[in-house]
């Protein structure tokens, strides 16, 4: 019997697989070398199929999960057809094969939806949330007192200059110099629009979010993730730095009128 056999005819990954067939995955492929020796490759159309059925199916999957659930779950099964890549397989193929990012690939799946549905995107329900970051969460930058602490190392330096010119006095100012240097790239790294970021992922900013696991209300480094539906479709989606959702509207709605663009 096929795999197909022991699937319901409304399971999801049948659903999926057929909608996936109308549109050409093949274009966010590279072109892989063919090679007439040696063991066969794998299907990389089928290998995107699984990737994207292992995100939309748990949300978030690691490699090791994908190769896992090819071995032992018949909806992965059935996209890889009895095949299941190795963790580092999957590795490849996601840094090397694939020729776009996945936001072209979303917005050709919500181009089909969209079109299929007839989906109504002149009105738009946004929602917003904080998620916290995957960073050290002691690992804060603030840019007002990296500023502060600029303006005093002038001072110092300032003050070096006006005393008398000796080999210590050199030997300071390398050392104020370089911690100039660390100062601006900090300022540099904040930008104009923010505050704060973490030393263990740049583009994550200290922000309160709802809720944490040691139950206190302390600054966190996150990111602002604004999601706008229309008739119950996820339409837009943006991922920003700004603690305000009032800050995040305007970029969100840009992106969404792009995308409105693109569709029609």
Known sequence: MLIQDYLDICDPVLTFDRFMGEIELEKYLKNIPQHYTGRLRYDPVSMLKTVLFGFMANGYISLRELEDQCKINLRFMYLMDHQAPSYRTFGYFINEVLADSIEEIFQDINKKIFETEHVDLQHLYIDGSKFEANANKYSWVWKKATEKSRC?????????????????????????????????????????????????????????????????????????????????????????????????????????????????
């Open 152 to 264: 005093r190392l002038f001072g110092k330096i300032t003050t070096l200059f006006e005393e008398t010119t000796q080999q210590r006095h050199y030997e300071k100012l390398k050392e104020y110099a370089a911690k100039l240097e660390e100062y601006v790239e900090k300022i540099k790294i904040c930008g104009e629009d923010r505050n704060s970021y973490s030393k263990t992922d740049h583009s994550a900013t200290f922000m309160r979010i709802k809720t944490d696991y040691m139950g206190n209300d302390q600054l966190l480094p996150a990111y602002n993730v604004q999601v706008g539906v229309a008739d119950e479709y996820i339409a837009v989606v943006d991922v920003n730095q700004y603690r305000s959702d009032m800050d995040c509207f305007i970029p969100l709605m840009t992106r969404n009128t792009m995308k409105i663009h693109f569709v029609q």
